[in-house]
Antibody, heavy 121, light 111 residues
Framework: QITLKESGPTLVKPTQTLTLTCTFS??????????VGWIRQPPGKALEWLAL???????RYNPSLKSRLTITKDTSKNQVVLTMTNMDPVDSATYYC?????????????WGQGTMVTVSS | DIVMTQSPDSLAVSLGERATINCQSS????????????LAWYQQKPGQPPKLLIY???TRASGVPDRFYGSGSGTDFTLTISSLQAEDVAVYYC????????FGQGTKVEI
């Protein structure tokens, strides 16, 4: 059974850097054809894809946010970390991590419950 | 980047009736090398993470009832709920997954 759980601060100040950790079980990011992605959702708004990291350390970023994002993996800890710099109140959202696999072409087939992040001074 | 546009933004359907949601991409998501459309549909109920319903534009994910039907190719896609049930009240999102990923703005389905 695949599970994912997001963790990190619930409140960050404007201009600060946000660091979120996705801890997962039921699969390994050292296994071929596996990936983990991050997606966010401001309250009452649509989903926005942020980043994706593959088993081979290939990375993809949302072009509009690429300069602010870094995604890394620690296969020994079964974790994926997302950092977002220069946080702004508009970045307040629920942040999700999700499993992605080659069977379906790397959609997001299993999601974590999400973690709410508020950006405020 | 590929822009996904859904219509309508919301719709109300009677129980047992058909619900139809449209999704248009700004460029084709059909890969000629494998003839697959990189288009997925998700369902999100209040307070829950999204749930994958459909991938490859028309393949139901495991455990998804067969009243959910995906169709389309290239740039125009449709999610149909053939007979709406009370538990289908949710927001539905389409997503392209060519190289990057983009979601549509969502369609709210109500009774």
């Amino acid at each position: 059974q695949i599970t994912l759980k997001e963790s990190g601060p619930t409140l960050v100040k404007p201009t600060q850097t946000l660091t979120l950790t996705c801890t997962f079980s039921g699969f390994s990011l050292s296994t071929t054809a596996v990936a983990v992605g991050w997606i966010r959702q401001p309250p009452g708004k649509a989903l926005e894809w942020l980043a994706l990291i593959y088993w081979d350390d290939d990375k993809r970023y949302n072009p509009s946010l690429k300069s602010r994002l870094t995604i890394t993996k620690d296969t020994s800890k079964n974790q994926v970390v997302l950092t977002m710099t220069n946080m702004d109140p508009v970045d307040s959202a629920t942040y999700y991590c999700a499993h992605s696999g080659a069977v379906d072409g790397y959609t997001f087939d299993v999601w974590g419950q999400g973690t709410m992040v508020t950006v405020s001074s | 980047d590929i822009v996904m546009t859904q219509s309508p933004d919301s719709l109300a359907v009677s129980l047992g009736e058909r619900a139809t949601i449209n999704c248009q991409s700004s460029q084709s998501v059909l890969y000629s090398s494998n003839n697959k459309n990189y288009l997925a549909w998700y369902q999100q109920k209040p307070g829950q993470p999204p749930k994958l319903l459909i991938y490859w534009a028309s393949t139901r994910a495991s455990g998804v009832p067969d009243r959910f039907y995906g169709s389309g190719s290239g740039t125009d896609f449709t999610l149909t709920i053939s007979s709406l049930q009370a538990e289908d009240v949710a927001v539905y999102y389409c997503q392209q997954y060519c190289i990057t990923r983009t979601f549509g703005q969502g369609t709210k389905v109500e009774i």
